[in-house]
């Protein structure tokens, strides 16, 4: 069965750090691209970073902030969130990409709370 | 980046009717689009990609068309396990941006 398992949320002050990591099972991850989008409470989808092969892309609002990186040694993908802010409170979903953009298989998402 | 607008915003229908939404991008983006329900406290789920292809697995009252800025996703007949949150995203260019989702309930 394909999977993926968000863990390393919480609560956390502003300016703080959290790093994230989306553990995947049932498919060989180093052939997928993988990606972070994340949903503020009661709010739409937003896309957050992607990475594919050696590159990385990032939303303009995390650019310089966040830093998504891969093990595939592990079949982990991480978000390294540094300089948090209260408008980065949100679930966090991982996906993996079946094409470039196109979503097919999520984790169940982790929280992420910024606030003092 | 490339905006996303849906309309409506939030429906209420019958069970057994037809329920369109549409979906327009702020430039051109061929048919890179896809269409996703979201149930709450559940992650999304890709009912459509490239504007049109149904996903494998989904029921094939879910449809989608369009090209270019214009797109449309219907359920032919809507059943009480639709009630969700329908957003449409596009792929053309990063960053992919989603529309701000459609409510869809019962009435």
């Known amino acids: 069965e394909v999977r993926l398992l968000e863990s390393g949320g919480g609560l956390v002050q502003p300016g703080g750090s959290l790093r994230l990591s989306c553990a995947a099972s049932g498919f060989t991850f180093s052939s997928y691209a993988m990606t972070w989008v994340r949903q503020a409470p009661g709010k739409g989808l937003e896309w957050v970073s992607s990475?594919?092969?050696?590159?990385?892309y990032y939303a303009d609002s995390v650019k310089g902030r966040f830093t998504i990186s891969r093990d595939n040694s592990k079949n982990t993908l991480y978000l390294q969130m540094n300089s948090l802010r209260a408008d980065d409170t949100a679930l966090y979903f991982c996906a993996q990409d079946r094409v470039s953009g196109t979503y097919v298989v999520w984790g169940q998402g982790t929280l992420v709370t910024v606030s003092s | 980046d490339i905006q996303m607008t849906q309309s409506p915003s939030s429906l209420s229908a019958t069970v057994g009717d037809r329920v369109t939404i549409t979906c327009q991008a702020s430039?051109?983006?061929?048919?890179?689009l896809n269409w996703y329900q979201q149930k709450p406290g559940k992650a999304p789920k890709l009912l459509i990609h490239d504007a049109s292809n149904l996903e494998t697995g989904v029921p094939s009252r879910f449809s989608g068309s369009g090209s270019g800025t214009d797109f449309s996703f219907t359920i032919s007949s809507l059943q009480p396990e639709d009630i969700a949150t329908y957003y449409c995203?596009?792929?053309?260019?990063?960053?992919?941006?989603f529309g701000p989702g459609t409510k869809v309930d019962i009435k």
């Open positions: 430039q051109d983006i061929s048919n890179y």
């Open positions: 990475s594919s092969g050696e590159s990385t």
């Open positions: 995203q596009q792929y053309d260019r990063l960053p992919f941006t």
